[in-house]
């Protein structure tokens, strides 16, 4: 089945420690993703690539990474300059400039020991 | 820039009851207006979306109509369920801010039997 596949579900970290979020998509979309879900403040744009080798920093991405070497992955790295980095993390994917729909994956949870 | 302000929570109604979560945007041009639905730890899924003023998006009984003249898109049902607990989030998509997507910061809405 074509979707969004985010790894891992849950993850720990020691603070100090730099992590890297998996995100593929099999859906042959262009435009990927990511936001940072906090209880009470919705979504907020963390990076996103309109196409391959390209990425644009979006509301919050101080202390975070990506790259996008391969059209189906987008990975972000949550480095230790992140100051306060436990939250649920959300990868979507779109068609760019298409009035449709950001395909979301199940989301992973960083908690920071 | 572009923003939502959507009704805030936590809802919570009977079975059967008259759901309405209100939603306000601002922004420039003609944007698409969205509703997605995210069930407990869950990514979020699309629930409807409208693309031109006056459109109504519909799905699983939900409703909401795109209203330019009061840059509104509020979410409705006749009769919820309790299968209807979730939170739901409103979102433009820009019309001229390339492919980027501003969600509001979530209603919960809770479902009692």
């Known amino acids: 089945d074509g979707g969004i596949t985010q790894s891992p579900k849950y993850l720990f970290r020691k603070e100090g420690q730099n992590v890297t979020l998996s995100c593929e998509q099999n859906?042959?979309?262009?435009?990927m993703y990511w936001y940072r879900q906090d209880p009470g403040q919705g979504l907020r744009l963390i990076y996103y690539?309109?196409?391959?080798?390209?990425?644009q920093k979006g509301d919050i991405a101080e202390g975070y990474s990506v790259s996008r070497e391969k059209k189906e992955s987008f990975p972000l790295t949550v480095t230790s300059a992140q100051k306060n980095p436990t939250a649920f993390y959300l990868c979507?994917?779109?068609?760019?400039?298409?009035?449709?729909?950001?395909?979301f994956g199940e989301g992973s949870r960083l908690t920071v020991l | 820039g572009d923003s939502v302000t959507q009704m805030e929570g936590p809802v919570t109604l009977s079975e059967e009851a008259f759901l309405t979560i209100n939603c306000t945007y601002t922004?420039?041009?003609?944007?698409?207006l969205f509703w997605y639905v995210q069930y407990p730890g869950e990514g979020l899924q699309l629930l409807l979306k409208?693309?031109?003023?006056?459109d109504k998006g519909s799905n699983k009984g939900f409703e909401a109509t795109y209203r330019k003249e009061t840059t509104s898109f509020h979410l409705e049902k006749g009769s919820v369920q309790v299968s209807d607990s979730a939170v739901y989030f409103c979102?433009?998509?820009?019309?001229?801010?390339?492919?980027?997507?501003?969600f509001g910061t979530g209603t919960s809405l809770t479902v009692i039997p």
């Open positions: 979507a994917s779109s068609i760019p400039r298409n009035t449709g729909e950001l395909f």
């Open positions: 859906l042959n979309h262009d435009a």
């Open positions: 690539s309109q196409i391959v080798n390209d990425f």
């Open positions: 922004a420039t041009g003609y944007p698409s």
């Open positions: 409208a693309t031109k003023a006056d």
């Open positions: 979102a433009t998509q820009g019309w001229n801010t390339g492919n980027q997507f501003y």
